[in-house]
């Protein structure tokens, strides 16, 4: 599976603290065994997001991407805090 990330995602990633960012990673670790790892809560989004998935990263912040070419390309959107990524 190629993971790819879309700048606006890249500047918003690097806002994050330290212990996000490696809860991220850790995050990818699963979604890259199993893209409905119940851990990530994965789930299909609407409005400006439609056609796209989130996950959770912390109990507030999510990472939104798109699925690509039967799912084997993740690309990812942004990421951010619940009430920033969805106002």
Known sequence: MLILYKKKFEKEYQKLTKANKDK????????LVD?????????????KYKDCF????????RAVFRLKENNKVIIFIDIGTHSKLYK
């Open 35 to 47: 893209l409905h790892d119940k851990r990530l809560n994965t789930h299909k989004l609407h409005g």
């Open 24 to 31: 991220f990673n850790l995050k990818i670790k699963l979604l």
């Open 54 to 61: 989130s996950i959770n990263i912390t109990g507030d912040i």
